[in-house]
């Protein structure tokens, strides 16, 4: 027999291309690391002396400990949190998931309804912004600058939603490595963002998925650590094991009080995280975690001046870059000629992947010219090479950049 | 500051209650498995084999080779329900899935809205029914006995819901060692349900996520494998390494065609499933899993007669227990004096977990007298002593039984 899955499934639903697979010869997108920094040695260490000492505890959901994770997991984010960012909480405030993809899932279930308003930074994550589209809320972008969000254009985006009546249902922020512009804001805005979240009845949503990769190692204390209530406290934070160990462990946590912990709980209905990851990644974490972020850091600020070099080199002058703090991506403007957009297929069709500027931000028209560039899993020669035939491709579309590398296209 | 996440959050949440994580003394609740059967050394020997291989593709996203999880493990999945379930499927028809239980939300959340109905069988599993509870969905049930659902009363509830003007979204079914009741449905119920699924323009939900578990290995083909279409199928399929290996890997899959995985695979937002469960799961799969499968269903079947026997012994003839054809669960019934949901809280304070029959069962005040005792984690012993100490209590709470175990009460 044959059915009709248009009558019985939901109306609208996105449809995904055939899953092919391939990662692109020059990566430049994407949450990915360098394959080279995977501590293989140390994960069969780690895996082998955790499974040998606690392996039959997989026998049971959540390794029999309940709903909010491994609990030397947990231990290990509470203890590094306090360390790295300032934030005084216990393991019972960490919620492990698989993901901070999941996290901003949870946290959007948690608060948001279709017709709901937020607040945006006005160039930030692309899935952000996708879940909210297909949650059916609003986003109001604000301005960043070489400190991430200016507060002054914040506290007028609030002040306008409040004469419109609308109370926004939380400020998503990137704080410590602005995703895409590579920025860290200071403390002085952290605390205004605070105040500001404080009268207008506004929960602060503080994604420092990057937060681990900062070139100087030194960072302000997160939001949430300024924030001095301990039950209802006005931020949520997420966090993330993908940039600092791998992706593909899909480890990442939420911290957050009772009051919505509590509330998050139930609606994380998948039986719990992976428990052989969170074990390795604990195990792991305990003696190589610091030594292993330092080392990735100094290859991806290598990476980093590569990539800044090599673009000053391709692209010459036309460019406008601002070197990052840390993490894994430059944000690129280009001439007012170029459409990133139509960029982004062309680059792709030769092996080039990149994040055109419209799916980085709120206002897409306005930043047609610009571009995101991940330097976290190619290789030094690879982001030479695939500068170089970016930057081909460019003046191929374009007629710019006009010369490159010292030769005339 | 104090934040008002009252006015932040969405109205009418669930609250989970502050989590303690203890497993009972005596586990007769989940689907938890035996500690004693996790394969401790072969799981370190194929962690360390497929990360000494493949260990840097961990740097990507489901290491680079797209949204459908790792192909070696979707590939075990095919071979394997071939074999087994007679299912003439691809690797491309399988979607890997963090647990049968994300498989379960993936699936409601392609098919169903608020408003619809949907048949499921008179007792089933409990997390099923409380997602539907959760989506505003209404359900029917259906007359089980000991060949799985009756057809004849399936078809009435199609033809009478016809009549009412309701197409029910799907048929949900978990035909291959049924949970609560243990039984495996035969072909001719099978064939059967497919032509009335198809008569009634109505999909079919199979889960068979107990069905690696059969004490004499043999069962029928899976409802799946039924439906000849190629595209189009009636069927969306699932199933579970939970309870053939462990649960605490999270992992489970999907087996549909294309013209409904490509509408599930951007609803799958979490980034992908712990390819470090994956990996191992597949490298331990391929030489393994056939002998470990063996292995645990001939220890669950003797745990299952141990507690036949315990049944006997401390309840004498008040129970009524049909045998299992496979699984890790018995469904007693017992007097209708007896109310499980109040022997639930009295035996749970004395260390013993059992499923009330009310948790179980659409009509949950019918079946107050039924409940589902687990043995898939218990040891004999356990099992032995968790089923005298129920009897006591229920003997305290309800005056049954009057002797159990040779003894007076």
């Avoid at 809320?137 to 007028?156: F, K, P, Q, R």
Wanted: glycine share 8%; net charge negative; charged share 20%.
């Amino acid at each position: 027999m044959t059915f009709d899955y248009t009558t019985t499934i939901r109306p609208n639903l996105p449809v995904s291309p055939k899953p092919g697979g391939q990662v692109p010869a020059f990566n430049f997108v994407g949450g990915n690391m360098d394959p080279a920094l995977i501590p293989v040695d140390d994960l069969i260490a780690a895996f082998t002396s955790v499974i040998e000492r606690e392996g039959p505890s997989l026998a049971f959901y959540n390794t029999g400990t309940g709903p909010l994770g491994y609990r030397p997991l947990r231990e290990f984010v509470a203890k590094t949190l306090k360390k790295k960012a300032a934030m005084d909480i216990s393991a019972d405030e960490v919620l492990i998931v698989s993901g901070s993809l999941q996290a901003l899932d949870l946290i959007n279930q948690l608060i948001l309804k279709p017709g709901d308003t937020v607040i945006i930074e006005e160039a930030t994550y692309g899935g952000a912004m996708s879940r909210l589209d297909a949650l059916g809320v609003s986003y109001e972008g604000v301005a960043l600058n070489e400190g991430g969000i200016c507060m002054t254009a914040l506290a007028d985006t609030l002040e306008r939603l409040k004469d419109n009546g609308v109370t926004p249902k939380y400020i998503y922020t990137i704080p410590t490595v602005q995703n895409p512009t590579g920025t860290i804001m200071p403390l002085d805005r952290r605390n205004r963002m605070l105040e500001l979240a404080d009268k207008y009845g506004v929960a602060i949503f503080e994604d420092d998925c990057y937060a681990d990769l900062i070139w100087n190692e030194k960072r302000p204390p997160a939001i949430y650590s300024l924030d001095a209530a301990n039950e209802g406290r006005t931020v949520l934070y997420c966090g993330s094991f993908s940039k600092s160990v791998a992706p593909a462990f899909r480890l990442g946590y939420i911290v957050a009080d009772w009051a919505a912990l509590k509330h998050i709980v139930p609606m994380k209905t998948d039986g719990g995280t992976s428990a052989l990851s969170q074990m390795v990644m604990a195990e792991f974490c305990q003696t190589k975690f610091a030594s292993h972020v330092s080392e990735s850091t100094a290859s991806l600020k290598e990476k980093h001046d590569v990539m800044l070099e090599a673009l000053a080199v391709e692209f010459g002058t036309i460019v406008e870059v601002q070197p990052a703090e840390g993490g894994i991506f430059l944000w690129i403007k280009l001439p007012d000629t170029v459409d990133t957009s139509v960029l982004f297929p062309a680059a792709g069709a030769e092996g080039v992947a990149i994040n055109p500027g419209s799916e980085w931000t709120v206002d897409g028209p306005a930043n047609k010219n610009k571009m995101r560039l991940c330097f976290g899993s190619a290789s030094k020669d690879e982001i030479c090479a695939g500068v170089a035939k970016l930057a081909e491709v460019c003046h191929r579309e374009f007629g710019i950049p006009l010369r490159s590398g010292n030769v005339q296209r």
